[in-house]
C-alpha cells in the first residue's frame, strides 16, 4: 500500500531545495516540519485573534475544525509555500484593524512573487485578446441565416472590450464561490478531484454557524468575517493552480461560522453532529490511505520513478539523457533524486515526440507513452504499444503507468527508452 | 406627472418589454424546435384536430410521446395560439413566453412583499425582468417553465393567506403546476405540508404546534392530483423516476476500496444527497458552471448559467437575510418552504444541479438574490460617508447590471442560437419538411434517413401529417417502457439509414437523406433528381431526393 509519508516531494518543495541548493530525503523531512510548524503558529495565531473576539471555546473549536481538514495535512506534506501563506494571513489577520488593509495588497502580491502563481485574472487584462473574442462573438451572430435583428447601439452596449473585459475578469473570480470544492470534495460532481477541504457533514454547521452569527450581532466578529474574506478572495483571484489551495484561505473565516454553529447548538444536536464528523475523519482517512493515488497529485510519481529507474543504469553510455518537460521542472527533480549526477551527464529536460523530432542514438528517454508512439487527441493508446515502439528501433527499459492523465494526449503510461 | 401613476407606469413598461423580448423571434431563436417541443406541438395539433394524442388516446392528461409521458397540460395551451396563429414554432412556444410574462407580474408583487424602498425594488424587478434563465426558458416551449409560473403563483397566495378562498386558489395553482410537469408532483405537496406544519415557527416558539386543519388543503391538493395518480399509466411515469433516481445510478455509493467499512454506502449516499440539495444554491452553479448534461440539452444557456454573474453571488447574502429573519417573518419562512420543497424533487435524481428539474426555486432565488442586492446596498452606504460616493458607487453598479441585461437579451437573442443550434436537432426539418411534404402524394415510398433524435416527430409536425393516419398505426410504436431510438415506420414512411447505391434502385421513392451523398452519386443513377439542398441556419444539412 501507498505510504503517504513515502510521498515524493511536490515541485513546489523541489523548487525550495533549489533556492537554498539543498536536496535530499532528509531535507524532504525537514521542509515538512517546517511546514508543519507554520501551520502550528498560523493556528495558534489564528486563536488568539478569534478568542480575542468571541471566546476561546469558539477559538479551540476553529482550530480543531481546522486540524481534521485533510487538506491543511496536505500542506504540511506538500506545500510549504501554501503553509507560509497561511502564516502570513494569520499574521496580518491578528494584527491591528488598520493593518488588515495592508493584508488586502501584501498578500496578493506574495502570493504572486513567492509561490510564482501567474494569475490567470491578469492575462484576462489586456485588451488585444478580448478584442479578437467580441469580433468573433460578432462574426459568430453574423454567420447565422436566419437572425433576430437588433439594432447595432443595442449589440455594442454590451459588445465591446470593456464589457467583455469585464465578463472575463468577473467569470474569473466566481469560483471563489464554489461550495463544491469547499464541501464536497469527497462526491465531488465536477469531476475535477480536490482533496477534502471541509467534510460534508460540516455544511450543517456553516448553516447553524450564520444562523448563531446573525443573532449574536458580534460587530468584531462581523468585521473580522468580512476583512478577513475581502483578503482571502483578493488571494484567490491573484493567484492559479489547484482550486483547493487557491481556496485554502478562505478555511479561516469558514472555519470560524462553523465554530460558531457547534458551540452554539443544543449539545443533543452537537453530540451526534460531532460523531459524524468524527466518521468522517476516520472515512476520509481510509480514502487517503486506500485511494492515494487518486488523491494526490501524480506528478511527483511520474518523475519519481523516471529518476529512480534513471539511477540504476550506467549512464557514461549515453551521449544525451532527455527527460520529459511536460509536466513540471525536471532539473529540480533530477538534482533531487541523482543529485551530482545532474551536472556530470548531458541531460536535456524538454519534451519530445520521438516520431516527430530527430532523436541521435545512444540516448536515453524518459517520457510518456505519447511521446514515444506520437501524441494522440483522444488520449488512448493500444496495449501493446511497447511492441509497436520497440519495432521503430527504440528500446524500452522500464515502464509504469499513473491515473488521470496528468499529459493528456500523450497517455498514462510512462516509461524509459533507450536509442542504441 | 403625479409620483402615484408613474410607478405603475414604469412597472407596465417592464413587463412589457419583458413581454417583448420573450416574443420577438420566436422562430428564430433558438432555430428551431427541438425534438420535446415538437412532440408538444405535434400532440397538440393531433388534439386540436382529433380530440385524441398522437398515440390514440383521447383527452389525454399525459402524453405517451417518446415513452416519458410528458404532463399533457402545456399541449392543451398550444390549440388557441394554433387556432389564432396557426400551426408553427411560435404558436408551440407562446404559453411558455406568456407564462414567463405572468410569472414576471407575480415576481414583482412578491418582491414588493420584501423590499419597501420603491427605487430599489424598480431596480431589482428590472433586474429579475432580463434574467438569463428567465429569458432562455420563456422561449422554449417547456413544461417546466409553465409549471414553475404556477407555482409561484401559488406561493404568493400561500404568502397572502389571509382568507381559505386565497388557499384554496394557492391549491389550485399548485395542482394546476402538478398537472404542468413531474417534479411539481412532489414539490406542491411538500410546500403544503410545510406550510401547514410551519416548522420553523417552532424554533421561537420552542415547542411543535400542529395546526390539523390546514393539513385539509394537502388532502385536497392530493384529491386535485389523483387523477394523474390513478391514471393507467402511471407505472410507466415511476419508470422515469426509477431510471433517474439517485438511488440506482451510483450503487453502491461508495468507492469500491471503502466498502469493507461499516457505514461507507451510507456516509457518501446521504452526502451525495446533501450535495444535491446545496448544489441549489452554491453561487457558482447558479450563475457560471456548466454540467456537462446540461450543455447537452435545450437548458443549455451559452456562456452563463441561469442567474447573472453578480446576481448569482448575491444569493449568498439572501441566504443570510433569510436566516436573519425567518423567525419573525412568515414570508421569509415561506420563502425558505419553498426552495425546500422545490429542491426536494430534482435533488433525489442522479443529477447534482439540473435547472429542468428544479426551475420551481427559481423565482425564490431570484427574490433571494434581489434580497442579497438591498442588503448589500444598504450595508455598503452606511459605511460611506460622502454623498458623491454614496451616489457614484450606486451609479457605476447599476451600469454594470444594466449592460449586464443587455448582454443577457443579446446572448439570448443572437448568440444563443449559434452556440446551441445542437441541442434544437439542426436537421433542417423547419426548412425543408414543408416542401418534402408536398411532395409525398407523388410518390410511392418515402425514406426519411436523419441523424437527429427522434426525427419521425420533426416529420410529422413540420410536414404537418394527418393525426388519424398516425394514431391509426400506434400498435406498431415501440412499447411503452422502451426508451431511445423510438423511430417507427408506418404507411409509406421509413425512417432509417440510406444505402444509396442499394436504395437508388428504388423506384419511385422520396428520400430526405444526408448531405454527405454527394451530387455525382446521385446524377449517376437514371430518374434520380436532387428536388432540393437543405440548409439549417450555419450549414447545408440534407437533401431531398426523387427517383423516378
Avoid at chain 1, 165 to 184: A, G, N, W
Wanted: glycine letters at 6%; aromatic letters at 14%.
Amino acid at each position: 500500500m501507498f505510504n503517504i509519508l513515502a510521498y515524493p516531494p511536490t515541485e513546489e518543495q523541489v523548487k525550495i531545495m533549489g533556492w537554498v541548493g539543498l536536496y535530499g530525503e532528509n531535507w524532504l523531512i525537514v521542509l515538512r516540519v517546517v511546514a508543519t510548524l507554520l501551520l502550528a503558529f498560523s493556528l495558534f495565531l489564528l486563536a488568539k485573534t478569534i478568542a480575542a473576539r468571541t471566546s476561546r471555546i469558539v477559538a479551540l473549536v476553529t482550530v480543531c475544525l481546522l486540524i481534521i481538514s485533510p487538506t491543511l495535512w496536505v500542506v504540511a506534506l506538500a506545500y510549504p509555500l501554501t503553509a507560509l501563506m497561511l502564516f502570513c494571513l494569520s499574521l496580518v489577520l491578528n494584527l491591528n484593524y488598520r493593518f488588515f488593509y495592508i493584508g488586502v495588497i501584501v498578500l496578493p502580491i506574495l502570493n504572486v512573487l513567492l509561490i510564482g502563481n501567474h494569475p490567470t485574472v491578469l492575462s484576462k487584462i489586456g485588451f488585444e485578446e478580448i478584442q479578437e473574442k467580441v469580433n468573433n462573438h460578432f462574426y459568430a451572430e453574423d454567420s447565422l441565416r436566419e437572425k433576430i435583428e437588433t439594432p447595432l447601439w443595442f449589440r455594442r452596449l454590451s459588445g465591446n472590450k470593456i464589457f467583455f473585459d469585464y465578463k472575463e475578469i468577473v467569470t474569473e473570480t466566481l469560483p471563489f464561490f464554489d461550495l463544491e470544492s469547499l464541501f464536497f470534495g469527497e462526491i465531488n460532481p465536477t469531476e475535477q478531484k480536490s482533496i477534502v477541504m471541509f467534510y460534508w457533514t460540516e455544511i450543517f454547521l456553516l448553516v447553524l454557524g450564520l444562523y448563531y452569527l446573525t443573532k449574536q450581532k458580534n460587530k468584531e466578529i462581523n468585521h473580522f468575517l468580512l476583512i478577513s474574506g475581502l483578503i482571502v478572495w483578493l488571494g484567490f483571484v491573484f493567484s492559479s493552480g489547484p482550486t483547493n489551495l487557491r481556496l485554502i484561505g478562505a478555511m479561516w473565516p469558514i472555519s470560524l461560522i462553523l465554530a460558531t454553529g457547534l458551540v452554539n447548538i443544543s449539545k443533543y444536536i452537537a453530540i451526534p453532529l460531532s460523531l459524524l464528523i468524527v466518521y468522517g475523519i476516520l472515512i476520509n482517512a481510509s480514502n487517503l490511505s486506500r485511494r492515494s493515488e487518486y488523491w494526490f497529485d501524480n506528478r511527483p510519481l511520474v518523475y519519481q520513478f523516471w529518476f529512480e529507474n534513471i539511477d540504476k543504469l550506467d549512464l557514461s553510455k549515453y551521449k544525451t539523457i532527455r527527460v520529459s518537460g511536460r509536466v513540471g521542472n525536471g532539473k529540480g527533480y533530477c538534482f533531487y533524486y541523482l543529485g551530482e549526477k545532474c551536472k556530470k551527464y548531458n541531460f536535456i529536460f524538454e519534451s519530445f515526440e520521438v516520431p516527430k523530432d530527430e532523436i541521435e542514438k545512444n540516448t536515453l528517454l524518459a517520457g510518456f507513452v505519447g511521446e514515444f508512439a506520437g501524441s494522440r487527441e483522444d488520449n488512448r493508446f493500444p496495449n501493446n504499444w511497447v511492441d509497436k515502439v520497440q519495432e521503430t528501433g527504440i528500446k524500452i527499459l522500464a515502464k509504469s503507468s499513473v491515473r488521470d492523465s496528468v499529459a493528456f494526449r500523450f497517455g498514462e503510461d510512462i516509461g524509459l527508452a533507450e536509442i542504441e | 406627472m403625479n409620483k402615484k401613476i408613474i410607478w405603475p407606469i414604469l412597472v407596465v413598461l417592464v413587463i412589457l418589454a419583458g413581454f417583448f423580448v420573450r416574443v420577438v423571434g420566436l422562430d428564430k431563436s433558438p432555430p428551431s424546435l427541438g425534438f420535446d417541443e415538437a412532440a408538444l406541438g405535434y400532440n397538440a395539433y393531433s388534439l386540436m384536430e382529433t380530440g385524441k394524442d398522437e398515440c390514440g388516446n383521447k383527452l389525454p392528461l399525459t402524453l405517451r410521446s417518446f415513452n416519458d409521458y410528458k404532463p399533457a397540460l402545456y399541449a392543451y395551451l398550444i390549440i388557441p395560439f394554433y387556432k389564432i396563429f396557426g400551426v408553427s414554432d411560435q404558436a408551440v412556444r407562446l404559453p411558455s413566453a406568456v407564462a414567463g410574462t405572468v410569472s414576471l407580474i407575480f415576481s414583482f408583487l412578491l418582491l414588493k412583499i420584501f423590499i419597501k424602498n420603491k427605487y430599489l425594488l424598480l431596480g431589482i424587478f428590472i433586474l429579475i425582468a432580463f434574467q438569463p434563465w428567465r429569458l432562455h426558458f420563456s422561449r422554449n416551449a417547456l413544461e417546466t417553465n409553465l409549471s414553475a409560473s404556477f407555482f409561484l403563483i401559488a406561493t404568493w397566495l400561500l404568502i397572502l393567506a389571509k382568507t381559505r378562498f386565497r388557499v384554496l386558489l394557492s391549491v389550485l395553482f399548485l395542482g394546476l403546476s402538478a398537472y404542468s410537469y413531474h417534479s411539481a408532483r412532489l414539490a406542491g405537496p411538500a410546500l403544503l405540508l410545510l406550510w401547514a406544519l410551519d416548522p420553523l415557527s417552532w424554533i421561537k416558539k420552542k415547542k411543535i404546534s400542529l395546526k390539523f386543519s390546514r393539513l385539509l388543503y394537502l388532502t385536497l391538493l392530493v384529491v386535485i392530483c389523483l387523477p394523474i395518480l390513478i391514471a393507467n399509466n402511471s407505472q410507466l411515469v415511476l419508470t422515469r423516476f426509477r431510471q433517474e433516481n439517485v438511488f440506482n445510478k451510483f450503487y453502491p455509493y461508495a468507492p469500491k476500496e471503502l466498502l469493507d467499512i461499516n457505514g461507507s454506502m451510507a456516509y457518501f449516499l446521504i452526502g451525495r444527497l446533501v450535495g444535491n440539495v446545496s448544489a441549489y444554491i452554491s453561487p457558482i452553479n447558479l450563475n457560471n458552471r456548466i454540467f456537462h448534461w446540461v450543455r447537452g440539452s435545450p437548458q443549455y444557456i451559452p456562456g452563463m448559467s441561469m442567474l447573472g454573474w453578480i446576481e448569482g453571488i448575491m444569493v449568498l447574502f439572501g441566504v443570510v437575510y433569510l436566516i436573519k429573519r425567518f423567525e419573525n417573518s412568515k414570508p421569509t419562512r415561506i420563502i425558505i418552504y419553498w426552495l425546500v420543497a422545490g429542491i426536494a424533487p430534482a435533488a433525489s435524481t442522479w443529477t447534482w444541479f439540473h435547472p429542468f428539474r428544479s426551475l420551481n426555486i427559481f423565482p425564490a432565488l431570484e427574490i433571494l438574490s434581489g434580497l442579497g442586492i438591498v442588503v448589500s446596498i444598504n450595508y455598503i452606504d452606511s459605511k460611506i460617508k460622502t454623498r458623491l460616493l454614496k451616489y457614484g458607487w450606486k451609479f457605476v453598479f447599476s451600469m454594470v447590471l444594466g449592460v449586464s441585461l443587455v448582454f443577457n437579451v443579446n446572448n439570448e437573442l443572437r448568440y444563443s442560437p449559434y452556440l446551441n443550434y445542437g441541442e434544437y436537432q439542426p436537421g433542417g426539418f423547419k426548412e425543408g419538411m414543408p416542401y418534402f411534404a408536398g411532395l409525398i402524394k407523388d410518390y410511392h415510398h418515402v425514406i426519411i434517413d436523419s441523424p437527429h433524435a427522434q426525427n419521425y416527430i420533426f416529420f410529422l409536425f413540420y410536414g404537418q401529417i394527418k393525426p388519424e393516419l398516425v394514431q391509426s398505426y400506434a400498435y406498431l410504436r415501440p412499447k411503452p417502457g422502451i426508451e431511445g431510438n423510438l423511430n417507427f415506420n408506418f404507411n409509406k414512411y421509413e425512417f432509417r439509414k440510406v444505402d444509396w447505391p442499394v436504395d437508388s434502385k428504388l423506384t419511385n421513392t422520396l428520400f430526405w437523406t444526408r448531405p454527405d451523398i454527394t451530387d455525382e452519386e446521385i446524377l449517376r443513377v437514371d430518374g434520380a433528381k436532387i428536388e432540393m439542398k437543405v440548409s439549417n441556419i450555419l450549414y447545408e444539412t440534407a437533401k431531398i431526393i426523387t427517383t423516378k
